[in-house]
């Protein structure tokens, strides 16, 4: 195991960060409830340096495995876009 003795301001530490264990700095869970579902997110920052945001979405299906299937492809569908709009030209492949 290596020492990390610097975090970023926003790295949680402790048992939050894994950057002594080579992995990545890693910010508490941020959570967002807005009227469409839940949006809990976390800064990471790389052992390369990169910073990224993971987003875990949760949102309600309606019943039904067949509408419920339906809801999460539309979802996944545009959330594909707006990354494509809002981050794809800034991030190289
Ligand atoms: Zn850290």
Redesign the pocket.
Known sequence: MRR?DT??AW???GH??S?DRRG???SHPHTVDTEHGRIVLTRI?SQGGRDQVELRAVVELPMGDVDAQVVTRRVVADLCLSLGRHVGAAVPA
Do not use: Q
């Open positions: 990390v975090h970023p790295c949680g530490g939050v960060c950057a990545s700095h890693r920052r």
